[in-house]
Antibody, heavy 119, light 109 residues
Framework: EVQLVESGGGLVKPGGSLRLSCAAS????????MNWVRQAPGKGLEWVSS????????YYADSVKGRFTISRDNAKNSLYLQMNSLRAEDTAVYYC????????????WGQGTLVTVSS | SYVLTQPPSVSVAPGKTARITCGGN??????VHWYQQKPGQAPVLVVY???DRPSGIPERFSGSNSGNTATLTISRVEAGDEADYYC????????????FGGGTKLTVL
């Protein structure tokens, strides 16, 4: 069974940092590209970042470019998101999601972890 | 940047057909994916590459894409289909990024 389990969310002050993790199991993690997608309370889905299977290609949404860093450790079947200089508008549930290529969509999703940025 | 436009809400009676549109400039040239999200749950992929269904998704869910509009069609709507639906594409025209539509709330009357 495919499982993606996010962790690391919590309450952080504006300007602070947080590192999210996503533990993968049940599929060949090293063969899949991975993403972070967030959803602010009561709002729609917003793509945050993508990383290819070998970390050769990395993309960011303009809203997080320069502040967030995506990375992965295929030996540990894990995906990460380092979030720095956090703002109130970064408050959201953060989901990790896998995809094989741009024709297949995001086929597996975790249950999400809540990040709240507030003083 | 590329923009996907969805109607905020669609209502349909049980047993009828629901159509949810996703508008974008020449979206017919892109591969469109659709997600269903129920309250408090993670999104679920229901249609990928315009019209293909992942395993386990009922045949009642179908998709099409042409010109400036992609459409998710749900036939014989059931109460359990009530959810938010999002379209998605990969935009390589300017910045390389994934784009989601704003979402459509499907209400089953």
């Amino acid at each position: 069974e495919v499982q993606l389990v996010e962790s690391g969310g919590g309450l952080v002050k504006p300007g602070g940092s947080l590192r999210l993790s996503c533990a993968a199991s049940g599929f060949t993690f090293s063969s899949y590209s991975m993403n972070w997608v967030r959803q602010a309370p009561g709002k729609g889905l917003e793509w945050v970042s993508s990383i290819s299977s070998s970390s050769s290609y990395i993309y960011y949404a303009d809203s997080v470019k320069g502040r967030f860093t995506i990375s992965r450790d295929n030996a540990k079947n894990s995906l990460y998101l380092q979030m720095n200089s956090l703002r109130a508008e970064d408050t959201a549930v953060y989901y990790c999601a896998s995809f094989h290529d741009i024709l297949t969509g995001f086929d597996y999703w975790g249950q999400g972890t809540l990040v709240t940025v507030s003083s | 940047s590329y923009v996907l436009t969805q109607p905020p809400s669609v209502s349909v009676a049980p047993g009828k057909t629901a159509r949810i549109t996703c508008g974008g400039n020449n979206i017919g040239s892109k591969s469109v994916h659709w997600y269903q999200q129920k309250p408090g749950q993670a999104p679920v992929l229901v249609v990928y590459d315009d019209s293909d269904r992942p395993s386990g998704i009922p045949e009642r869910f179908s998709g099409s894409n042409s010109g400036n509009t992609a459409t998710l069609t749900i036939s014989r709507v059931e109460a359990g289909d009530e959810a938010d639906y999002y379209c998605q594409v990969w935009d390589s025209s300017s910045d390389l990024n994934w784009v989601f539509g704003g979402g459509t709330k499907l209400t089953v009357l």
